[in-house]
């Protein structure tokens, strides 16, 4: 089987950090369905055409009368559906029998507001995702970002989901067919909340590795962000330089930059990296987590997601050699 590709953004005003969004009101369910697998009979893998900007994945999403969307392929969203991050867009999408909700994520601040409706569609490329969660924010904090939404386990979630960033194209395959050949590399990976997380070594600087629990969040376009906490395994390298990091669903976030030596992926090492630096408890939500593999790393590699046999299948590709 041979890989297909995928890109990614970045505006360091409006960097989007969803990673366990908590949708809370009555009776809300949001686990995955078996029943949204794409495939049909004719056993045909679908392609996507993605662009990369600022190291996201940027997808073309289409749902009830508006504009095609710019959507951040995310996978801290948990979950099946759309988060759209526009409240301008209510009257187009036409929510059925819209709920109110609270919707937690990154930063320090109160979750946010938003509207939702269950059993809803959309399309992505030539594949519909039927019995989809939407969920609309109600407050402007993402007034300016030139992303509308962010979709990550209705795609994730379902599928073997391959992500060439040579050619920028993901591809679906059904997982149950999957024939992956020796030129790629099987990690094996882990789940929490339905969120991916990869055991990774990294040196900060001439000590030796060091091993890390690390869950990914390719809606980052960070390459890796050190999570600062009493019991860190890590040291900060002596020069860093403080930054706005990002806006979160609770608000934003700050912290430092600074290169270490080597972030080691598998059997890869990756090197003079440019590392983030933020307070655990206002950049994650995820206990136990030391850092988090973003997308300024992975994109250096073409991918294979296989959340259903657990592994993160990698191949470096054109931009491993790509200075951070």
Request: net charge neutral; proline share 4%.
């Given at each position: 089987?041979?890989?297909?590709a ?31 697998y794409?495939?049909d009979?004719t ?6 055409p ?5 190291n996201?994945?940027?997808?073309s ?26 409240s ?19 930063g ?18 030539d ?10 924010l ?11 939404a ?5 795609l ?17 395959h059904d997982p ?26 990294v ?9 890390l ?13 050190f999570?600062l ?7 900060v ?6 930054v ?8 934003d ?9 080597k ?17 655990s408890?206002?950049?994650?939500k ?39």
């Amino acid at each position: 089987m041979k890989a297909v590709a995928s890109s990614i953004l970045r505006n360091s005003s409006f960097l989007i950090f969803l990673t366990a969004a908590a949708l809370t009101s009555a009776a809300i369910s949001i686990n995955g369905n078996k029943d949204n697998y794409p495939f049909d009979e004719t056993n045909k893998n679908y392609g996507i055409p993605f662009r990369l900007v600022n190291n996201k994945i940027i997808l073309s999403v289409k749902i009830g009368e508006t504009r095609p969307l710019r959507a951040i392929l995310d996978s801290g969203m948990g979950w099946d559906g759309l988060l759209i991050l526009n409240s301008n867009l209510k009257d187009s999408v036409k929510l059925e029998n819209p709920k109110n909700a609270n919707i937690g994520g990154a930063g320090k601040e109160k979750a946010s507001t938003a509207v939702f409706a269950d059993s809803m569609s959309f399309s992505i490329g030539d594949i519909k995702f039927k019995n989809q969660r939407v969920v609309i924010l109600n407050n402007d904090n993402f007034k300016g970002s030139s992303s509308d939404a962010v979709v990550g386990y209705s795609l994730l979630g379902h599928s073997a989901v391959e992500v060439d960033f040579d050619k920028l194209t993901i591809i679906l395959h059904d997982p149950e067919k999957l024939n992956v050949d020796s030129s790629w590399e099987a990690l094996p990976i882990s789940f929490k909340n339905s969120i991916p997380w990869i055991d990774v070594k990294v040196v900060i600087d001439k000590e030796n590795p060091v091993d890390l629990s690390c869950y990914i969040d390719c809606a980052s376009s960070e390459a890796v962000e050190f999570l600062l906490k009493p019991d860190q395994k890590f040291s900060v390298p002596e020069e860093t330089k403080e930054v706005h990091l990002g806006t979160g669903l609770s608000g934003d976030i700050y912290g430092k930059t600074g290169k270490i030596a080597k972030v080691i992926l598998g059997s890869y090492e990756l090197k003079n990296v440019l590392a983030a630096f933020a307070p655990s408890e206002v950049r994650s939500k995820q206990k136990g987590a030391d850092a988090v593999i973003a997308n300024n790393l992975l994109r250096r590699f073409n991918l294979i997601y296989d959340y259903p046999r657990q592994k993160l299948y990698i191949k470096p590709n054109s931009h491993f050699t790509d200075p951070f």
